[in-house]
């Protein structure tokens, strides 16, 4: 009985509560400039309560807040910062606030004996302690509100009817808005609990993260920060003004690019003199098809530390005829903060000069570590303090203080767990569910007229878009094929579709080769992973049916430890490492050039791999086969644009060496062993993933050919080492390199199938991410006796042809690759390339040379064109 009664009053308890806190009084008003004009996003907080809002487009604000007095601080960029001291009662308070230009000046600055610009002594200090800055906080929650409005501006004649059934129209607007709670911890996963989200139009944004993690003290998604140590060599600085706010003089330093490029910023940042961190910043990213302007507002939540209150972000999207603008608004509020316990805080004080520290390395346990004389600091402290008062900084001790400062943040820091965790994000039951009493109550930022309206009609057109999204989604999948069908909650299947282009290929053995794929997948609840599937295929020249049955039980999820069977009758390349087929099929009817020479196995093999412990994985296997040559079946091709015609399915390597491809059986064993140090890894329940790691992955292989089992007569043995990576140096860009050296341990019967077979690509268009020899025929340089091969490839945005101020806008990134090949019993092959990535977003274009023993072997050029599956390494 007492439970029942409880079932019931909580619910009840629980809507007195939310509708006590409902009733909390309010300020309200506008804010706009001397001329009666509305002042758009303009920042509202309240220092004592760490509480704020933000006007919307209007400049209208409206803030919570509890009964007593309150000063509220009312700021924009470009505009004097206004103070108001507000009485909060039983009733809500209007309060209209007008912002008047901000003045900077300009009498009093720092005259340098070179005569450069002051911005620049304001910077390099800014510069030097922004490492501090970075990590002076090791946890905090916050709460969030994000609010996203997006407008068409203009939509292409083509589209416009799709786009109307699917809501979309020009100046409709689409609004999206999230309350957040949000808990950062250094080196663990970032929580977010989504109290309440609604949108109309778009998709809810739960994840309010990818706007307020934005930080402008490093480095991010590749464009570099003014505040980067880099900053100096890609920007130039200029002091258009100061002014003075709390006492505090604040820098207005122009930031301008060197360079024209994606990877830049241009506008406005503001330096607060003295503790030479960030006060707000107005910055614009240029890229092909959009813009963005961003706007940060930074606010002291706790003595030293200041952290942005208000996101504006202003998004210009225009590609293909198609105009569109969205806007982004994020204001932070109720910030809890933890300082750094790793960091001695109470040098960086003195260092800046701030009176007033905060609590933590206020209490006496840790006065008596950080709170020292300066006679007892560190002489890397020492060194630090003594470039800091340099009245003028060089580029080469602004350098050395950052690199300093960037030591002493990381002298005491734990060295990470390999495991990246994921973000966190829970929904609210009742997120999706708030009325619009319970919007309006606990908004922050008021709604436009025109934000009002596009939630007033998601009604009829958004019902009509749900129920006539995908008629008949079967017969899309069936025609096309679909790599992931949900089945149930455990099972998927995979098909290739009727039609799908890799269904169908042809070559000179086979014919048209029809073939269709299916698969099977178990998700269990622990993790592991059962996969079957089958291939099935139809050779219409040789009139021989194929196919091949394969599992896979992934029984150790955490270990990526897995067992496997496959066995079938199919069609081989000779080389794994081969022409693709699509490009065969091209080649042959449309040229007569039948490059991929093929034989027949009938197999089954057996595969193990496992982690031994993190980064070090073994795998084995064992395969039995029965070889068989093949001979071309037809003739038939639709053109020959250059006369060719059609060689016998033989490689011109071997052409007078046919016991090299002559029937045979061969009991094959092998083992693979990988090693890559500190590997970094995300677990998905008990599921391990691979991520990265910033040291290079060593390899062993090694492979048998035992006689006698079952008829085999195959007699011979591999082994080869390796070592690759691929890495980012800071403004360098990108680097990967492979080497591997391998030899032959025994070659009693070695047959062609078995040689070292060598990625090649000769031909002048080619699919994009095959990095084999470009001035080599196919199976030219495949070989049974020792080897080394090596690769180098380097890409940039600006290398050569991205210096030139017309393409320096541009998405291409230019790339230098150089590869070389050392065999036993023959000359060296080395080859250099140059090339162009993302041509018209989706090409690469390259020119290659090449030489054998010193001398030119072949030059020539390269299109790539974007295909799944054409990945190809050495």
Sequence with gaps: MKQTALRILLPVILLLVVWHKGTAQSVFGTIKDKQDEPIPFASVYVPSLQKGTTANLSGEYRLNLPEGEHELVFQYLGY?????????????????????????????????????????????????????????????????????????????????????????????????ETISKIHYKTGEPLKTEVISTRSAGFEEQADPMQFVALSLYQDISGIISPLSRNAFT????????????????????????????????????FIREGGWNLHSVDLKVEQNMFSINIRQLFQEVKPMVWMP?????????????AEAKFRYLVTVSDYEISMNPTLDHAFYARLVQEEQLPEEIQEPEIKTVTNKEPAAESARQQQIQALLAEEEL???????????VRMETNANRVKPSLEVKPRNTEISDSARTRSSDYWQQFRPVPLTLEEQASFGEKTADTAKTDTTARKMPWLNDLVFGESKIKLNSRWTMGYNGLISPSGLSFNTVDGFLYEQKFTFQNDGPSGRRFRTGVDMSYAFARQRPGGKIHANWQYDPFRRASVGIEGGRKSADFSSAGIHPLMNSITSLFN??????????????????????????????????????????????????TGQRYTPNLPEAIAGQPALVAGHRAMLLGANLSYTPRHFYRLEGRRKTML????????????????????????????????????????????????????????????????RHFATDPLWIGISG?????????????????????????????????????????????????????????????????GLNQLFLLFTAEVYTSFTGGRHHHSGIRIAIPLSGGEVRL
């Design 234 to 269: 890609v920007y130039r600085f200029k002091l258009e003004g100061s002014f003075v706010e709390n006492g505090h003089t604040i820098n207005k330093i122009r930031v301008i690019p060197r360079r024209k490029g994606q990877d830049l910023y241009s506008g406005t940042i």
């Design 309 to 321: 209150v208000s996101h504006d972000y202003d998004v210009h999207v225009e590609a293909m005829g």
């Design 770 to 834: 095959r990095q084999g020899f470009r001035g080599l025929g196919f199976y030219e340089r495949s070989t049974n006796a020792a080897y080394l091969h090596a690769r180098l490839d380097y890409s940039h945005s600006r290398i050569l042809i991205k210096r030139l101020p017309f393409l320096a806008g541009s998405l291409i990134r230019e790339s230098l690759s150089a590869a070389v090949l050392l065999q036993e019993g023959r000359q060296p092959y080395v080859e250099a390339a140059y």
């Design 394 to 404: 060089s580029n080469k001790q602004a350098r050395e203080l950052n690199r300093l």
């Design 80 to 176: 004097k910062t206004v103070t108001h001291k507000v009485l909060v009662g039983p009733q809500d308070v209007e309060l209209h606030v007008t912002l008047t230009v901000q003045h900077y000046n300009l009498a009093e600055v720092i005259v340098t004996a070179s005569g450069e610009d002051p911005a620049y002594y304001i910077m390099r200090k800014a510069i030097s302690l922004s490492g501090y800055y970075l990590k002076q906080v090791s946890e905090y929650k916050a709460g969030v509100y994000l609010k996203g409005t997006g407008v068409a501006l203009k939509i292409p004649m083509l589209l416009r009817r799709q786009m109307k059934e699917d809501g979309i129209e020009v100046g409709k607007y689409f609004v999206t």
């Design 692 to 755: 990265y790691s910033r040291y290079p992955t060593f390899g062993l292989r090694w492979q048998q050919a035992v006689p006698g089992f079952d008829g085999s007569t195959a007699e011979f043995g591999l082994l080869e080492a390796s070592v690759k990576q691929g890495f980012e140096l800071r403004l360098a860009g990108n680097f990967s390199y492979t080497v591997a050296a391998g030899m032959f341990t025994d070659t009693t019967a070695l047959f062609f199938a078995d040689y």
């Design 592 to 641: 007569r050039q039948n490059y991929m020479k093929l034989y027949e196995k009938d197999y089954v093999k057996l595969t193990h791999t496992t982690d031994l412990v993190n980064g070090l994985t073994l795998g084995v296997s064992a395969e039995y086969a029965r070889r068989r040559p093949l001979e071309n079946q037809t003739d038939f091709f639709l053109a020959s644009i």
